[in-house]
């Protein structure tokens, strides 16, 4: 995770300028205030003048917070042609698989979920979890701490300085946590697929034995490789099942609590002389993914995947979007269309707007990483509390979690909840992308799911409603997209 940074002051980050235009758009002034009324079907026509052709389910989220994941309105196909703006989705032109929505369990979530009542906490997990809820279908959780734990630790805290090479000492005992939420999760939903990261080795391996920045000395190269062994194989024993995981977190940004730094020439030699043959000797088919970090440097993981022995052992690439722009997952699956692209964090922060929140997360994250052939789009932390907390000594102060928990008795959800439901509540893993059209200042992705159904996600950048056609097999549905919202349509 970045540090200290509101969401939208880019110019620590951000090189890329066409980003920090997109960035900066559609701040509204949110004053009203709704509960969820996902549950609601206000039955209608949403305005098409014809209630006899296939039906449009229509779920939308104002960004002035009057609605929020509602369901409006049914819109109608039919076989008249239509003016104006249309958006036309064509199933026959088909993209990459889609693995999951989802966020990062942090062990900070894990505290603050805990601290509800068993009634609430399981009313919380069903609807994060269950396809009765918003269905998330994905999560990332760190191996060790991230900077949204309490406190820094490893899987082999050795005294200062003593080593532990065969890592005797190897014990998940500090994630137990994690382990049993993970457990209540399978029991709702026995399929996500899981991405495990470390924030940083233990501190012995490092040149600077320190959890802040480093690097991996090389003679514990071999031992750190057995470290995601011995990870792997303990989560298999308690009957979870890492399906991938990144060498690195944020491999160039070593001033976080924990951290380290890892350049791409490290993390080949790494990958190719240890990780991907201790995998191979240990009969581990958990996926290695290369990079995990910003858009901004799609040197790094081709630098990886350019290298032949490496390349070998690499499932793809993991992105987070803190500068940079989105387009970046794309260049790196034109030059390795064989290997998969993974969107896998972006923060929203306590000094942000729901509105433009809403509206960026949506255009770029969901949006924008699946038409640049993500098979993921995942938010940073599950949940924290009123006071962005826990986080260890010096990570972040300003991550705003999906859910905040206010007690043993209340939680509330925050916009990225909303950004991840319009996409893991109607499209499941194994949906397939399928091209669609844009215009109009509305972003779309399209997608068909194992079940036959067409899921269309608009983002509406407009300050104003906007009335288009959904053009899908020779047939027009009308529809009315509110202003500075995000709708989805489920045909």
Known sequence: MKLKYSQYSYSFV?????????????????????????????????????????????????????????????????????SGTSIEVNASQVFQTIDGFGYTLTGGSVQVINQLSATKKQELLNDLFSSSGIGVSYLRISIGASDLNSEVF?????????????????????????????????????????????????????????SIGGNLKSEFYGAYAQYFVKYIQAMQAQGIKIDAITPQNEPLHPGN?????????????????????????????????????????????????????????????????????????????????????????????????????????????IIGSMRNWSRTALEWNVANDASFGPHTPGGCTQCKGAVTINGSGNYEKNVAYYIIAHASKFVPANSQRIESTQGDNLSTVAFKTPAGKTVLIVQNSNSTDKAFNIKYNQKTAPVTIPASSTATYIF
């Open 14 to 82: 951000l090189r890329s300028a066409a980003l920090c235009g997109v960035a900066l758009l559609s701040f509204l002034n949110c004053s009203s205030t709704s509960s969820d009324l996902a549950g609601s079907d206000n039955s209608g026509n949403n305005g098409s003048g014809n209630t006899s052709g296939d039906p449009v389910q229509v779920w939308v989220t104002k960004g002035d917070q009057s609605v929020k994941l509602q369901q409006q309105n049914t819109a109608y196909f039919s076989g008249n042609s239509a």
């Open 154 to 210: 490893s899987y082999d805290d050795m005294p200062a300085g003593q080593t532990d090479p065969t890592l005797a000492q190897f014990s998940l005992t500090k994630d137990q946590a994690v382990i049993q939420m993970l457990k209540d999760i399978l029991v709702i939903s026995p399929n996500i697929k899981i991405l495990a990261t470390p924030w940083s080795p233990p501190v012995w391996m490092k040149d600077n034995g320190s």
């Open 257 to 365: 609590n924990p951290s380290m730094y890892m350049s791409a020439g490290d993390q080949a030699t790494f990958i190719k002389n240890n990780l991907g043959p201790a995998f191979q000797a240990a009969n581990i088919n958990t996926k290695i993914i290369a990079y995990d970090h910003n858009c901004d440097n799609p040197a790094y993981p081709l630098a990886v995947l350019n290298d032949s022995a490496a390349n070998q052992y690499v499932d793809g690439s993991a992105f987070h979007l803190y500068a940079g722009d989105i387009s970046a997952l794309s260049t790196v699956h034109n030059l390795f269309p064989n290997k998969n692209v993974y969107f896998t964090e972006q923060w929203t922060s306590s000094t942000g707007n729901f509105g433009g929140d809403l509206d960026w997360h949506t255009k770029n994250v």
